[in-house]
């Protein structure tokens, strides 16, 4: 069994354990354990398990939508194929860190946060690609479809933040 599996099912394992503990009222856990379990729960979904759900969709999306377009007789632009400086793993890691502990916190406004944090993204992509030197990409079908694979990865990466976050509240004490 590869390590990653063996990881994922730990993972699942420890929330059957915690969730079941938390469900049924066993107070066996003391507050402190409790909120380490779930915290590291809560975290390990949010970015580990996330992290591999959400690049095997996106990298289904993107080999679908190559296939499409060389199908259709109009190929993705070269600069649209290419990775950015910094990678979407990593710039996923770190929102969905920060959106999972407010969510775990119930900070006020963080639901409308992630959406208004979704939209400059996706405002900053359109913009992006609005402005490339050939202004005609815009009309390839591939180059959209590119812009909305992104809009289902931060999407993904929300609502694994959403869980993670959803997670980690059960451990924090009363």
Same mark, same amino acid.
């Given at each position: 069994? %590869? %390590?990653?599996?063996?990881?994922?099912?730990?993972?699942?394992? *420890? +929330?059957g354990?915690?969730?079941?503990?938390?469900?049924?009222?066993?107070?066996?856990?003391s !507050?402190?354990? %409790?909120?380490?379990?779930?915290?590291?729960?809560?975290?390990?979904?949010?970015?580990?398990?996330? @992290?591999?759900?959400?690049? /095997?969709?996106?990298?289904?999306?993107?080999?679908? +939508?190559? $296939?499409?377009? =060389? @199908?259709?007789? =109009?190929p993705? !632009? @070269?600069?649209?194929?290419?990775?950015l400086?910094?990678? /979407? $793993?990593k710039?996923?890691? &770190? =929102?969905r860190?920060?959106?999972t502990?407010?969510?775990? &916190?119930?900070?006020?406004?963080v639901?409308?946060?992630? #959406?208004?944090?979704?939209?400059? $993204?996706?405002?900053?992509?359109?913009?992006?690609?609005?402005?490339?030197? =050939?202004?005609d990409?815009w %009309?390839?079908k591939?180059?959209?479809?590119l812009? *909305?694979?992104?809009?289902i990865? @931060?999407?993904?990466?929300?609502?694994?933040? *959403? +869980?993670?976050?959803l997670? #980690?509240?059960?451990?924090? !004490?009363k």
């Open positions: 069994m %590869k %390590k990653s599996r063996l990881i994922e099912w730990l993972i699942v394992f *420890f +929330i354990v915690a969730l079941t503990s938390h469900l049924n009222g066993y107070d066996f856990i !507050p402190l354990i %409790k909120w380490v379990i779930f915290c590291t729960l809560g975290y390990l979904i949010s970015l580990y398990l996330a @992290n591999n759900i959400i690049q /095997g969709v996106i990298d289904q999306l993107y080999d679908h +939508i190559q $296939k499409q377009a =060389e @199908n259709d007789g =109009e993705i !632009p @070269n600069l649209y194929s290419q990775q400086y910094i990678s /979407g $793993k710039i996923g890691v &770190y =929102e860190g920060l959106f502990g407010l969510i775990a &916190y119930h900070i006020s406004g639901a409308t946060a992630m #959406f208004v944090y979704i939209t400059v $993204k996706m405002t900053i992509d359109w913009l992006n690609l609005l402005r490339r030197d =050939e202004a990409h %009309k390839v591939a180059v959209r479809s812009v *909305f694979r992104t809009l990865g @931060n999407i993904m990466s929300m609502g694994f933040a *959403f +869980i993670g976050g997670i #980690f509240r059960f451990g924090i !004490p």
